[in-house]
């Protein structure tokens, strides 16, 4: 059964604007961080964590789940995730072999795409791991930021902004390996099939 829902309903909703606008904060968040107003770089960072909790959470609840919010929702968290690594360490916040660590397991990643391709697969459902990795990065890398202030709550934020780091960190490689499971899965059986 197709959906007869309109094209603009379906890019046009809630959550996909809350995707949308979080991807126009990247270059907002960069143009911060260089220019150092790292106050403000912690609301927009903050902005986004809060939007990205909220689009998933109406999209479900409401029923505006679209393949447009399905696309926008991981790439909007992955540009978020990587333009604040390398906007931290290149304000020496965090260090260059962490953003080397987490770029590399988006590599691995991204490294599976021919793979589904040419087997013409979709792309698997995100797992809770990864879910929980996202969470861990998106509002572990603001309160590091906040911790790099020298202030109280910056003194108080540190400590909590480490711990969600590299905890992110090693959630981030573990649904990195599962997700290569999924695809060497879905090839053999797609390879299976075509055996038959």
């Keep these: 059964m197709t959906d007869t829902t309109p094209l603009y309903r379906q890019i046009w909703t809630v959550p996909n604007l809350l995707s949308i606008g979080r991807l126009i904060g990247v270059p907002v968040f960069l143009w911060l961080m260089a220019t150092d107003h790292r106050l403000w770089a912690l609301w927009v960072l ?3 964590g809060v939007t ?10 409401y029923g505006l789940v679209t393949r447009l919010g ?41 490294a599976l795409g021919p793979a589904l391709r040419k087997h013409h697969l979709p792309i698997p459902p995100v797992h809770f791991v990864g879910k929980a990795a996202t969470f861990c990065l998106i509002y572990g890398f603001p309160l590091v930021l906040l911790g790099s202030l020298d202030n109280p709550w910056g003194h108080t934020a540190r400590p909590i902004g480490w711990s969600f780091v590299w905890w992110g960190t090693v959630l981030y490689w573990l649904a990195g390996v599962m997700y290569v499971g999924q695809v060497r899965g879905m090839v053999r059986r797609a390879t299976q099939s075509l055996a038959r």
């Design 52 to 61: 990205d909790y909220l689009d998933g959470k109406i999209a479900r609840k």
């Design 70 to 110: 399905q696309l926008l929702d991981p790439a909007a968290d992955r540009l978020y995730i990587l333009s604040t690594i390398f906007a931290l360490a290149w304000k020496h916040i965090i260090p260059w072999w962490l953003v080397g660590l987490l770029v590399l397991r988006e590599l691995m990643v991204f």
């Design 46 to 48: 903050a902005a986004s």
